[in-house]
């Protein structure tokens, strides 16, 4: 299945916020850094975006095709400054359960995007990736999850951070 690692890093995403306060999930460590919310908010930011960038390439007819491509991502996430600007998560305070409900709500329309296309034309097509060049449509949905997984090490530190140096939630493990 397509989107069984996707799903996979969700679960693990979800289990690591676990525990924590509505306070602690907006909180940003003493040591800088997105706050957990912050993280979340660019996932879901980041797949409505990649979402809306397939489903625009799967109409342009001219869109180049490109060859099939092993991708591989540093464990570290991108600088905040190489993001496009509309993955750039706000200040503004969301509980646990909002979040959840954006996530969910990208990933639908992540599904949709997929559902809705025509499989030749996801491998025909490509989309242009700034550091990794041009990535046939249909890799970009693994590609999603693989993005979070990137991010799910930096959610574990910065909760990590926040149990050291604030207030403790009783949380001790983060199962990966």
Not at 104 to 125: G, P, Q, T
Request: hydrophobic share 35%; with cysteine.
């Amino acid at each position: 299945m397509v989107f069984e690692g996707n799903n996979k890093v969700r679960r693990k995403i979800y289990q690591a916020i676990d525990g924590l306060t509505d306070h602690e999930f907006n909180e940003k460590p003493s040591t800088g850094g997105w706050s957990p919310k912050q993280i979340l908010e660019h996932l879901a930011l980041m797949e409505t975006y990649i979402a809306a960038r397939i489903s625009g390439e799967l109409k342009n007819p001219d869109s180049p095709k490109a060859s099939k491509r092993i991708i591989m991502l540093p464990g570290s996430v991108v600088l905040k400054d190489q993001l496009p600007e509309q993955t750039e998560p706000t200040e503004h305070y969301k509980t646990i359960s909002e979040m959840k409900e954006e996530l969910h709500n990208s990933r639908i329309y992540l599904l949709d995007v997929y559902d809705a296309s025509c499989k030749d034309a996801l491998k025909e097509k490509s989309l242009e990736h700034p550091n990794i060049g041009s990535i046939p449509l249909h890799q970009w949905f693994p590609f999603v999850g693989m993005y979070e997984k990137c991010h799910l090490k930096q959610l574990r530190k910065t909760i990590d951070c926040l149990l050291v140096h604030g207030a403790s939630t009783g949380k001790t493990d983060i199962v990966e």
